[in-house]
């Protein structure tokens, strides 16, 4: 790790030796020539370490010792000083600063000491950087998966988390939509508060409309009693609304009416009432297209997508699969009091050849009766449902890593006659050969 070192000194001479000395030590080194510059060069933030003369016009040495460790608490402070003015330089110890030295400076001293400064800021910051990263872990918790496309979704949620923003969370079924939403509650100001999920898909349009904004007593048959609807109990908190492109058009009108003015009344009611909720909406549906049908308003659309995440699909981040497998069967084994200590490679080629259309979802219920059907420590072929294991290995030849290239040919050559039943002129022909090279490169005869 390369650092950048900050040397405020208002004498030229001892400025520019002390930097040519510690860029002989692979530093890079800012200069200053008083306080004042130095306060503002250090302000830019890329300074690692600063050195500082204690007596400077400007701001002394000590004012820029109190500066900079109020903007960066932790950050090494070297301070110079003459020999009538150490009880000074100790004051600035008490004060923060990692260590002085007294004029002229020994400089194998001073690129020890930048040495020791710097090793130890490293490892503050790498403790740092490892309790942002646990955090991050713990917050993403329900969601696995370290694929290029998911950290992508990882840092999409974690900026927009924390913003009044509504968020649309756009995937096929089964993707995960619902733990993004999770997730970002979680991260949000608003995790203390209720998070309250209503499942648009799930009920017909006028118990939607109750189930979102309440009703009056008698407001329709069977209403017997004033009801709460979904807004006012997340009311300070966050609303997911999932299936978002499953509401119908006058349902449509009124949520937009509750986005812009943050006003509804309860069905059947005439009171006006106020709610501060932060929507996050998902839907599977493409809802450009559903505008274009008039099925989806575009106002609302727009109301909605301030921002986007995209979910995506379990066939576009097979990287994940390992990931996703062990924890599904560590889950289930669990659960069902089983000793399985993992899959066999016939069975884990199974898992990767297949598509899942139905993604995650799909997955965790296939490992799941994977494991309820498993009668070893291994789930195998056998174990995992028909259609994920139905023809999952016709058509792939199994190589191991390692193989040089002469074997791996023969292997080729061996399995595809093999699956032509021994038919060798068939054979050729699908790999492009003559019949006599065929022969040649699996017997290893010479021409």
Known sequence: ????????????????????????????????????????????????LVITDLWMPGLSGEELLEKVLAESPGIPVIILTGHGTIEAAVKTMRAGAWDFLIKPVNLDYL?????????????????????????????????????????KVYNTTSRAAPTKAS??????????KELVADAIHELSPRKDKPLIKVHCAALAASLLESELFGHEKGAFTGALARKRGRFELANEGTLFLDEIGEIDQNIQIKLLRVL??????????????ETDVRIVAATNKDLKAEIEKGNFREDLYFRLNV????????????????????AFLKEFAEENGKNIEGINDKARSCLYAYDWPGNIRELRNCVESAVVMSQGKLITVEDLPPGIRAGSDEGWIRIPL?????????????????????????????????????HRKLTGEEE
Not at 168 to 174: A, D, M, R, V
Not at 260 to 273: A, L, M, P
Request: without cysteine; aromatic residues 2%; hydrophobic residues 40%.
């Open 402 to 438: 390692g193989t040089n290239m002469e074997e791996a040919e023969k292997i080729i050559i061996r399995e595809t006659v093999s699956a032509q039943k021994g038919n060798q002129s068939k054979a050729a022909d699908i790999l492009g050969i003559g019949r006599k090279t065929l």
């Open 167 to 176: 968020i649309l969370i756009t995937g096929e079924s089964g993707v995960g």
């Open 260 to 273: 812009q003015e943050k006003k509804f009344e309860r069905v059947g009611g005439e009171e006006t009432i």
């Open 307 to 326: 921002v986007n995440i995209h979910v995506p699909p379990l066939r576009e981040r097979k990287d994940d699969l390992p990931l996703l497998i062990t």
């Open 111 to 151: 690129s020890l000491l930048v040495k020791q400064a710097l090793d130890n800021r490293e490892l503050v910051l790498k403790h740092k950087r490892l309790l942002e990263e646990l955090a991050q872990h713990k917050r993403f918790q329900t969601i696995i998966g370290t694929s290029a496309v998911m950290r």
């Open 1 to 48: 790790m390369k650092f950048r070192l900050l040397i405020a000194e208002d004498e030229k001479n001892i400025r520019e030796g002390l930097a040519a000395a510690l860029e002989l030590d692979g530093h890079e080194v800012a200069t200053a020539a008083d306080g004042n510059e130095a306060f503002k060069r250090f302000q830019k933030g890329d300074i690692d």
